[in-house]
């Protein structure tokens, strides 16, 4: 077949065509290659909000929490996780709930305080988690939910039929978090406390003085710390989840909670065997070291040696007292504030080194001066010139505390039962997510809230599934016959 002939015009009108149509595919490129390239400086995230900071939402909005914590540990990782937007489902025990809902009770037939204080911001469910009704609640919170937190003693979980393989069948997204005691090893089915993870995890043998027995803090590292630690672990896990869909156990043994927060400690015990402490004061003193870092009363635990002075007053008020830094920077600041001037050029005492074998004696001298102060007076006057000290605070203190209050760190809430309490709020401040504390739920405050509108049962069900026993505690006839 002859070909045929196509017009000089028409082939002209062609070549614009066929150049307009690269030039729309390169356009379209460029366009889909300048998206990509935005996408990926953006690291796949959506557009910056353009709401006023603090309004869009919270951190851990939409994150949904099966909390099947009680007592400390496991209560103050989730009340954390409340803080930050986490809806937190507190699953207790019909008729009795967390066990310290009754424990240090201060007014009669209110939730104690050691309740209220880890329990802030979440709601309350009680299920009888071994009753088959309640088994099945529990697996429609497990779909509904992301994460499963619990500090049950080990194997109670197992035991409510709420294995990994279970969890993990019924919603392959969940993350379970557990605190335990112990991680695997000769420990790991013991029940453990604060103190007695306080003791295991190194932290005990440090504090207290040379001479007298090991001391544990009341700063609650086993418990609080592990929950802390805990806390880390959900949200690394929830940000995994993101890329791998899938769901892991997460573990926090105390032991390693502890001691990851005593971890100078066992910096100082490699140390020591490469020679004594010498920021220790028993090594001024001449005394030498044993085989394990020894207690060292309120030595610094850094370099800048340290101790607790006694300011104006301390007769009468056990907590007028200041901790006290020699910084070395600042050395000369503090030799013209105690009247000491010439032991700026004096060899022994101008150098950090000169001075570690007299730092008894030297505190003695700053003591002479700080007891002639109070201690918020000498936290101004020192400061003014960058010497870091520290008042000792007491409790009455940091309730009365006005800037605390302001801060939000201090909160106080009012509850039905117990009226206005204290607590402590969200120690992290975040400018995009902005916390609110509320008061802790009463004993199954939101069971049927959380049947009806988040599991999907209705009225009728609800009813039936409180003949069962599944959710409410036997009645009192029904227990005593029980017995
Ligand atoms: N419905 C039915 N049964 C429930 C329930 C519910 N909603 N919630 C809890 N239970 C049951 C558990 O199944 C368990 O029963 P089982 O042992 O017969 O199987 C029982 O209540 C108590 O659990 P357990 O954790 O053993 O409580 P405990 O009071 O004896 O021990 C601890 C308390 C804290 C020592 C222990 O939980 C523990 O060692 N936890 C891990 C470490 C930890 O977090 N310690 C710090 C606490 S601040």
Known sequence: MPKRKTSTKARQKLAVKKSAGKKVVKLKA?????????????????????????????????????????????????????????????????GVGDITRGQLRDVKGADSLYFTMLNGSKRSITIDSKHPKGKEILDRLIKHCDVLVENFAPGALDRMGLTWEHIHKTNPRMIVASVKGFGPGPYEDCKVYENVAQCAGGAASTPGFREGPPLVTGAQIGDSGTGLHLAFGIVSALYQRIRTGRGQRVLCAMQDGVLNLARVKLRDQQRLGHGPLTEYSQYGEGISFGKAVPRAGNDSGGGQPGWILKCKG????????????????????????????????????????????????????????????????????????????????????????????????????????RGKYLTVGNPIKMSDSITEVRRSPLLGEHTEEILGKELGYSKAEIAEIKASGAITAPEKGARAEAA
């Open 30 to 94: 460029k366009k889909t290659a300048a998206k990509a390239t935005a996408k990926a400086a953006a690291n796949g995230l959506p557009r910056p909000s353009a709401k006023p900071w603090g309004q869009a939402g919270k951190a851990l909005d939409g994150v949904r929490i099966l909390d099947f914590t009680h007592v400390q540990s496991g209560p103050t990782c989730t009340q954390l996780l409340a803080y930050m937007g986490a809806d937190v489902i507190k699953v207790e025990r019909p």
């Open 314 to 417: 301390w007769e009468n008020d056990p907590d007028s007292y200041i901790y006290f830094i020699t910084q070395a920077p600042v050395w000369g600041a503090i030799c013209d504030l105690i009247g000491k001037p010439e032991w700026k050029s004096d060899p022994d005492y101008a150098t950090p080194p000169a001075r570690l074998p007299r730092l008894r004696h030297i505190f003695d001298t700053i003591e002479q001066w700080t007891m002639t102060k109070t201690k918020f007076e000498v936290m101004d006057i020192c400061n003014a010139v960058d010497i870091p000290v520290g008042p000792i605070l007491s409790m009455k203190e940091i309730a009365e505390e006005p800037s605390l209050r302001k801060t939000g760190t201090v909160v106080e809430v009012d509850h039905p039962t």
